[in-house]
């Protein structure tokens, strides 16, 4: 896999907004679809903050999804998600009812209350705003910015041994017309590593400051039992493409992208962790599900190491570049 400057708004009719409060190191990020997407999710992670998730289940009715939300603020944060229907409605955008437009409108919530201000958190107006500025913003925006400011990594053993973290985004982009595109939250209570290398990219910091890679420890008692606060991670994304899938489908790409978590992130999945991914198809290209899925997990993997090697210190928790990362 080669490096490539794309940016999940690479692909056709998907645009991008972000808000926060950069002092109270929490935010949102808004994945505008105004034509709508079919949409799917997967959700790995025990301890999820999610909504409107069962309405991608691919029994259900609904099978678009104007756009999806990422916020911090732990449940508290998908408020967020209310402005985000508020500013959809006021376009004309929504499925339409026979009475009013109804925006789908999922969301999910990491965990960022331990860093910044516990009692500052995303709201509706927030929500709102990044709406509004989806399109507008900087598409190549990583690092500390909307749902990443105040994503940190490496907490298995507590806080203080933690780094700073953010959000990334990645794309990649076909011949035959084919643009697979992703974007992701990075929140973990493991290490992020370089899929390629397998250097550890941020992660638990031993008592010099220095990164401990968890491999190195792995006869720590410590490690075979850790037990920080319940919640206190979550990775969260969004894969989208120009793809023609169905919602079963979707749900299919949406489980396939976990790949490039688990090729980055260690561990992941954990009780601790509510890591969840949306995929978002706007059915323009005639593709595999397998070949998309294999994509979802390649250019998931590459924003995870965006999103840490984008992260500048914040909140007392150095990031990559602080440590002498490239």
Do not use: C
């Not at 927030?126 to 709406?131: E, L, N, Q, R």
């Not at 991914?277 to 997990?297: M, N, P, R």
């Amino acid at each position: 896999m080669t490096d490539s400057p794309l940016t999940i708004t690479a692909v056709p009719g998907v645009k991008v907004g972000h808000a926060g409060d950069t002092e109270a190191l929490t935010g949102v990020t808004v994945v505008r679809v105004d034509q709508g997407a079919v949409g799917g999710v997967s959700v790995r992670g025990s301890a999820p903050a999610t909504r409107e998730t069962d309405a991608l289940d691919p029994l259900g009715l609904v099978d678009v999804v104007h756009a999806v939300v990422l916020a911090g603020g732990s449940a508290f944060g998908l408020d967020a998600a209310g402005g985000v229907v508020q500013y959809l409605e006021e376009q004309g955008i929504g499925l339409e009812t026979g009475a009013a437009r109804v925006p789908i409108v999922p969301a999910a919530a990491l965990y960022d209350l331990a860093v910044g201000r516990a009692d500052v958190r995303p709201t509706r107006e927030m929500g709102y705003a990044a709406s509004a500025r989806a399109g507008k913003m900087s598409p190549e925006a990583q690092g500390n910015v909307g749902a990443g400011l105040g994503a940190t990594v490496g907490k298995i053993y507590g806080m203080a041994r933690a780094m700073k973290s953010g959000l990334g985004t990645a794309a990649r982009a076909f011949q035959n017309g084919l643009v697979v595109g992703a974007i992701v939250a990075v929140n973990a209570v493991g290490e992020v590593r370089d899929p390629r290398s397998g250097a550890v990219l941020a992660g638990v910091r031993d008592a010099s400051g220095a990164i401990l890679p968890l491999q190195s420890v792995a006869d720590d008692p410590r490690m075979h039992d850790f037990h920080p606060f319940p919640g206190t991670a979550t990775t969260i994304g969004v894969v989208a493409t120009n793809a023609k899938l169905t919602k079963v489908q979707a749900t299919k790409v949406a489980d396939m992208a976990h790949g490039g978590l688990v090729r980055t992130i260690y561990p992941v999945h954990t009780m601790f962790d509510g890591d969840t991914l949306f995929a978002l198809a706007t059915g323009e290209v005639e593709a595999s599900v397998d070949w998309v899925g294999t994509i979802a997990a390649d250019v998931v993997a590459a924003a995870v190491v965006r999103a840490v090697k984008g992260a500048k210190g914040a909140g007392g928790f150095p990031a990559h570049r602080d440590l002498g990362g490239p």
